[in-house]
């Protein structure tokens, strides 16, 4: 098993442009979730989709969005970037629907916006 | 709002010493509670989660109600433990999320 995949590793963005991170989920996982963690803090929870709908959102602005596809991979798009919006974005998958059984992470993908 | 809390950011112990890392958190119902830990170039990982009165490489942790606190427990840390260990929280419920804590640095010394 590949576990969670993440892409791209590490990206590079000036302020204002718009950004694009991949997810694919263990095979089976059907819930797949977002969280961004800056440098010092824990993760801080974006976005959470299962069976492709939005089942949770955390605090986060609109120009933050994501989808999940059919076959369950996802993708979460930033747009009109920030300096603040460096950070690893974290993707994490569950084979419940429910996150009682705890979350799988992937590596992560490291943006940075200069 | 749920929260979690980890007082400490680092903790510095020598091999062979007691380990207690220390997480509150703070939550109207009844949570799950869990631990995960980021070794050294690794991805965040699950150490244990309560609802399975585990013990995974020697640690142990216990849910305290009373006194909202989910501590994370070694009797005898091990160099191989030195880690970024991070306290989390789902609620009860369908298509919880988790709320993490700041986490905690254990740097165990030779």
């Known amino acids: 098993d590949a576990g969670v995949t993440q892409s791209p590793t590490h990206l590079i963005k000036t302020r204002g442009q718009q950004v694009t991170l991949r997810c694919s989920p263990i095979?089976?996982?059907?819930?797949v979730s977002w969280y961004q963690q800056v440098l010092g803090q824990g993760p801080q929870f974006i976005f959470q989709y299962y069976e492709k709908e939005e089942r949770g959102r955390g605090n986060f602005p609109d120009r933050f969005s994501a989808r999940q596809f059919p076959n369950y991979s996802s993708e979460l798009n930033v747009n009109a970037l920030l300096l603040g919006d460096s950070a690893l974005y974290l993707c994490?998958?569950?084979?419940?629907?429910?996150?009682?059984?705890?979350?799988?992470f992937g590596s992560g993908t490291r943006l940075t916006v200069v | 709002a749920q929260r979690v809390t980890q007082p400490e950011k680092l903790l510095s112990v020598f091999k062979g010493a007691p380990v207690e890392l220390k997480c509150n958190y703070s939550y109207s119902g009844s949570p799950e509670l869990f631990w995960y830990v980021q070794y050294s170039r690794q991805r965040l990982q699950l150490l244990l989660r309560?609802?399975s009165r585990e013990s995974i490489k020697g640690f142990t942790a216990d849910l305290n109600k009373g006194e909202t606190s989910f501590h994370l427990k070694k009797p005898f840390a091990q160099e191989e433990d030195s880690a970024m260990y991070y306290c989390a929280l789902s609620e009860n419920s369908g298509y919880s999320t988790l709320t993490f804590g700041k986490g905690t640095m254990l740097l165990v010394s030779p």
């Open positions: 095979s089976g996982h059907k819930s």
């Open positions: 994490a998958s569950s084979g419940a629907g429910t996150g009682n059984y705890g979350y799988t």
């Open positions: 309560h609802i």
